[in-house]
């Protein structure tokens, strides 16, 4: 993990049972250019929240578990998102 890393205000709204759709979150960040892109890229392992990859089909995470974390997806993009 890099010593810096940008934060990014993201201005996501939780659903009403508090998750938040990742896969928007991450082209909203520039980290995939789609939807769909961006549960592949979910589903093989190559999205990360503060170090722990998510499942396969884990497109919802509680929306506590994004703020104050990184986001990496691959090698090379990292993103800690603001509260």
Known sequence: ???HI???AL???PSEDGLVYVPGV???LGFAPSGGEARRLIDG???KISGVALESGEYHVDATRLVGQVIQVGKRKFARIKG
């Open 45 to 47: 392992g190559g999205v």
């Open 26 to 28: 991450l082209t909203e």
């Open 1 to 3: 993990m890099p010593e």
């Open 6 to 8: 940008e934060e990014i």
């Open 11 to 13: 201005s996501f709204t």
